[in-house]
């Protein structure tokens, strides 16, 4: 991994660089953004800016220096990773990585999602924070009993899964939960949005379990195919044709 803060420069990924005072640490109080690189290329990277500035507002932590970050990102990237940028209340951090090595198996084979039910969403809906814990607390509670990933619920309604936003296909509509449910307005999903057109929408968890087939989309994963529900097989089972043309449209536009 390479690491370069606004602070202390380029810096040792094996090093530590938060400062133990920092609300990031202390209680998870830091915007942050992910997303791809190609080829050098960071992928929509002015949408993910203006969704940290979002998120900087929101927990009202210190505004962001575009230039700043800029600078901080040409140093790092080279070829194909993953960027992370984050804003903390006394560092903007940016690190780039190699790409987790399973990503292309599971898209040939697909996901399998448990359902949690997560209740209302907080204050904090469609923020992009460090504070995932809930979510990886029930990605690992999923994985347990042998799924692969969790779509949480409120009262029923489909909201996301733990870092992907949830579509799926009847028929030849496309939909995906609105935002107005609490969701995160992903990067990804918006872009896709303007690809293809689907319905956003407030929809229980029993269409998701009905439909044709499934997915999830988010920077890192791209399209990434859904085959089973709580243990019953969405669709026939296997990745369907709406992920895979998704996919070969965002791999193009990627390289364009």
């Known amino acids: 991994m390479k690491v370069a803060t606004a602070r202390l420069g380029v810096v040792d990924g094996t090093e530590p660089v938060f400062r133990a005072d920092d609300e990031a640490l202390l209680r998870g109080s830091a915007a942050f953004e992910t ?44 070829g194909d990773g993953v960027l992370r940028l984050f804003r903390t209340s006394h560092d903007l951090v940016v690190t780039f990585d190699t790409l987790p090595g399973k990503l292309e198996d599971e898209r040939a084979h697909g996901l ?23 979510a990886f607390a029930a990605r690992r509670d999923a994985e347990r009993v042998g799924a692969d990933d969790v779509v949480f619920l409120a009262g029923g309604v489909v909201l996301e899964a733990a870092t992907a936003n949830v579509w799926w296909r009847t028929g030849d509509r496309l939909f995906t939960p609105a935002l107005d449910a609490g ?23 029993a269409e998701l379990a ?43 536009r990627s390289a364009a």
């Open 35 to 78: 997303l791809r690189v190609y080829a050098g290329r960071p992928f929509l990277l002015p949408e993910h800016v203006t969704r940290l500035r979002n998120s900087i507002a929101a927990l009202a932590l210190p505004p962001l220096d575009e230039q700043e970050l800029a600078g901080l990102v040409a140093q790092l990237i080279d």
């Open 112 to 134: 399998a999602l448990r359902s949690v039910e997560l209740g209302a969403p907080t204050i904090l809906a469609g923020v992009k924070a460090t504070s995932y814990a809930d």
């Open 183 to 205: 969701v995160l307005p992903g990067v990804t999903r918006q872009f896709l949005l303007g690809v293809e057109p689907a319905e956003e929408t407030i929809a229980d968890v």
């Open 210 to 252: 009905g439909a044709d087939e499934a997915f999830l989309t988010s920077s890192i994963r791209e399209v990434m195919p859904v085959i089973a529900l709580d243990g019953a097989a969405i669709g026939d089972g296997r990745p369907g044709p709406a992920a895979a043309r998704l996919q070969a449209v965002l791999r193009l």
